[in-house]
């Protein structure tokens, strides 16, 4: 008899030191050492232990701050009647004479001066829908600049812009269309939870057939790619608690970001994003893709049942409403693929059913994708 022995490792917040007293980080089949004080602050980064949002930064001065217009428009509906700088000081945004880095992000207007490199969105058109090349490269790649907040706004309108010049061949040339609280959502999350400890720019990547949004740093904490719909963890807790207290603020901070934008899609039959962490980023993929079509997925249900019910076709579907649920089993029932049960109020399949899945069903999808 053959054994199998799993472990699942989970991930935690802390760092926890092997039985021989030393720190590992897995790389693939590798255990890898934190031998060093630098590889040492780089896992305490990546884990979130501690945050680059509150190193000083060198070239900045408080009045960058106190006398800009961004802290002017945030002041004049947020802010109590205060000195400026008490109120930074009191929000440990000033480290001795020095903004620290949320600071900087948060109330200056022009951050980019002072963290170059780490604190502007690069927004590229790609006219393919393979893999980005040079000869592929429509124009120059656009640089969005600016305090947080107004980056946010101004990178979501510039790639929904971008995204609306694109036509595809359909009936006649149609426009793209991707839900804007997806963009949004998805922007705002790399902006807010980026590493700004590392020197490379978010970059918005506009293809034909999708929208990729990559920035800098690895998931943090206990966060994953499984779970992060349902985790909760800030890298940079000031920036988000900060930003959400301005006016028409960009982020809710209630942990639903994500979950909103895959709703969007869902809503616009289109396929949820795909997220990626690779060695220092996190990628998300949003794909123009259409969803099976409710009847596609109904009929692919009861190839594995023989029944059901309005419930069910709308958790199968993600249908929300009763009414056009049943519209989708209609026009099932009228292809001769189910019929009603009266009295029970469920559907089944037909005695026809396998033998008009092979023969109508493909024609059936053609109708959908025209």
């Given at each position: 008899?053959?054994?199998?022995?799993?472990?699942?490792?989970?991930?935690?917040?802390?760092?926890?030191?092997?039985?021989?007293g030393k720190i590992y980080v897995r790389r693939g089949a590798q255990s890898l050492p934190v031998d060093t004080p630098e590889k040492l602050r780089r896992l305490e980064l990546d884990k979130?232990?501690?945050?680059?949002?509150?190193?000083?930064?060198?070239?900045?001065?408080?009045?960058?701050?106190?006398?800009?217009?961004?802290?002017?428009?945030?002041?004049?509906?947020i802010v109590p009647d205060v000195e400026p700088d008490k109120w930074l000081r009191k929000q440990r945004l000033i480290n001795g004479e020095k903004l620290t880095v949320a600071?900087?992000?948060?109330?200056?207007?022009?951050?980019?001066?002072?963290?170059?490199?780490?604190?502007?969105?690069?927004?590229?058109?790609?006219?393919?829908?393979?893999?980005?090349?040079?000869?592929?490269?429509?124009?120059?790649?656009?640089?969005?600049?600016?305090?947080?907040?107004?980056?946010?706004?101004?990178?979501?309108?510039?790639?929904?812009?971008?995204?609306?010049?694109?036509?595809?061949?359909?009936?006649g040339f149609e426009i793209i269309e991707y839900p804007e609280e997806t963009l949004h959502e998805i922007i705002t999350n790399a902006v807010l939870h980026r590493d700004y400890s590392i020197a490379t720019d978010i970059q918005i990547r506009i293809f034909d057939n999708r929208v990729e949004v990559e920035s800098p740093g690895k998931l943090p904490g206990h966060v994953t790619i499984m779970n992060i719909l349902e985790a909760q963890a800030a890298r940079n807790p000031k920036l988000v608690r900060l930003i959400n207290k301005f006016p028409n603020a960009p982020n809710k901070d209630v942990g639903e970001g994500l979950n909103t934008a895959f709703e969007a899609m869902t809503k616009l039959r289109l396929k949820t994003p795909k997220i990626e962490e690779k060695d220092n980023s996190v990628l998300v993929i949003i794909k123009h893709e259409k969803l099976a079509s409710p009847e596609e997925l109904i009929v692919n249900y009861l190839l594995g049942h023989d029944t059901i019910k309005n419930g069910t076709g709308r958790t199968v579907t993600g249908i929300k409403s009763?009414?056009?649920?049943?519209?989708?089993?209609?026009?099932?029932?009228?292809?001769?693929?189910?019929?009603?049960?009266?009295?029970?109020?469920?559907?089944?399949?037909?005695?026809?059913?396998?033998?008009?899945?092979?023969?109508?069903?493909?024609?059936?999808?053609?109708?959908?994708?025209?």
């Open positions: 008899m053959t054994y199998i022995l799993k472990f699942t490792v989970f991930k935690t917040q802390s760092i926890i030191k092997a039985t021989d979130g232990i501690s945050s680059f949002e509150n190193e000083p930064v060198g070239e900045s001065e408080v009045s960058d701050a106190t006398e800009s217009g961004i802290y002017k428009f945030f002041s004049d509906t600071g900087e992000l948060l109330f200056t207007d022009e951050p980019q001066i002072c963290l170059p490199k780490r604190s502007s969105i690069k927004i590229f058109r790609y006219k393919t829908s393979e893999n980005a090349d040079r000869d592929t490269l429509a124009d120059q790649p656009i640089t969005v600049e600016g305090c947080a907040y107004r980056q946010i706004y101004d990178a979501v309108a510039k790639t929904k812009e971008i995204i609306e010049s694109i036509r595809k061949l359909g009936k009763e009414n056009t649920m049943k519209n989708v089993f209609y026009r099932l029932r009228d292809r001769g693929f189910i019929q009603l049960i009266h009295g029970y109020n469920y559907w089944k399949k037909t005695d026809a059913f396998e033998r008009l899945v092979h023969e109508q069903f493909k024609n059936l999808l053609a109708d959908q994708k025209e």
